[in-house]
Each structure stands twice: as C-alpha cells, then as structure tokens.
C-alpha cells in the first residue's frame, strides 16, 4: 500500500499564501508524476497542477501565475506553493501520485484549506 502523507492546509485570510507538501515513499517518487487536485463543497474534484518526472509542470487556469508546483527527489516530497489566495481556492486538496509506466494511482487523505475574505 502507498501512503502519500500531506500536509500545510489551514484557515488564511483573501491574499495569504499556504505551502502544501505531499511525501510519499521514497522507492517510488522519483518515476512517478505527481498531482495536486481539490475538492470544493458540491463540486467534482478537479487538477490543480501536475507535475511530471521530469519536472514540467502544467495548470488549470484560474491559479495560473499564482500557484507553484515542484518536487524534491531528494526529500520525496511534492509541494503547492499557494498564493494570492481567494475565497473560490477553498476546498479539499488531495495529493496523486500516478506511478509512470504502470499507471497505477494513489491519493492522499486531503487538506482542507479555508479562505475567508
């Protein structure tokens, strides 16, 4: 069983940043891709940002040029630098893991983060 561990979510005020980090093991981090997706109440989870093994990285459109992907092989740790943060960023943020060559998937338990204006 793959257990990817996430943490960093909060309650942050309209313009905060948070740091989200996702570790997962160690054998395994660096072929996989790694995915940042969020859950907002009512709605369907969607991507957030994604990387891959080789480090490109890709976004939806509404947290383009605020939002930051990247990932330490050495640490096995994906991250999600969060800011100018709004109220609509809100929901459950889930880590995936998708092992390359295999397709296998795994997620984390989710962070909530809250933001208030």
């Known amino acids: 069983q793959v257990q990817l561990v996430e943490s960093g979510g909060g309650l942050v005020q309209a313009g905060g940043s948070l740091r989200l980090s996702c570790a997962a093991p160690?054998?395994?981090?660096?072929?996989?891709?790694m995915g940042w997706y969020r859950q907002a109440p009512g709605k369907q989870r969607e991507l957030v940002a994604g990387?891959?093994?080789?480090?490109?990285?890709n976004y939806v459109d509404s947290v383009k040029g605020r939002f930051t992907i990247s990932r330490d092989n050495a640490k096995n740790t994906v991250y999600l630098q969060m800011n100018s943060l709004k109220a609509e960023d809100t929901g459950v943020y889930y880590c995936?893991?998708?092992?390359?060559?295999?397709?296998?998937?795994?997620w984390g338990q989710g962070t909530q983060v809250t933001v208030f204006s």
């Open positions: 995936k893991l998708t092992l390359v060559g295999v397709g296998r998937e795994y």
């Open positions: 160690g054998s395994i981090f660096s072929i996989s891709a």
């Open positions: 990387i891959d093994i080789r480090g490109s990285t």
